[in-house]
């Protein structure tokens, strides 16, 4: 991370003509240490300031990936939605469809049904009349029979 470089301590030296007074050597020791006191509480300042407007970025980024994530899975969300109403509406067609199916094949149930009935009262109309037929061919005979006598 980036570490903000301080400024070094600068202290006058006096020269050689300067008397050695502490007074003087003082003033400027404390000027000094003033001024890196100043320099180090404005980079705080700004370190400070940087790291708040770092953190409400990171915030809003946060905050717009979420969207963005919400986003996405909510357009899953609703393609499946989308998609169930349709599945919904094929499956309603089809039973509509088979319904009609059934019905129609009832329908032809019932027809072969009747048909088949009509078949056997055909076959045993038809059986009545060659038993008519005999009993006619066989009154017939006797009759002759009877006429011939």
Not at 61 to 66: D, E, G, N, Q
Not at 96 to 116: G, S, Y
Request: net charge positive; with cysteine.
């Amino acid at each position: 991370m980036y570490s903000p470089q301080l400024p070094l301590a600068r202290a006058r030296v006096p020269s050689p003509s300067e008397p050695n007074s502490p007074q003087s050597g003082s003033g400027d020791v404390e000027s000094s240490l003033l001024l890196l006191y100043q320099r180090h509480q404005q980079k705080s300042i700004q370190l400070r300031d940087r790291a708040e407007k770092a953190k409400k970025d990171a915030i809003k980024k946060a905050a717009r990936v979420s969207d963005l994530l919400v986003d996405a899975v909510n357009g899953g969300v609703q393609e499946s939605f989308i998609n169930e109403k349709r599945i919904e509406l094929e499956i309603r067609a089809l039973a509509a469809t088979v319904a009609r199916f059934m019905k129609q094949t009832d329908q032809w149930l019932a027809a072969t049904h009747a048909i088949n009935t009509a078949v056997k009262e055909i076959g045993d109309f038809e059986n009545w009349m060659k038993t008519m037929d005999l009993d006619c061919k066989s009154i017939n005979a006797a009759i002759r029979n009877i006429h011939q006598e």
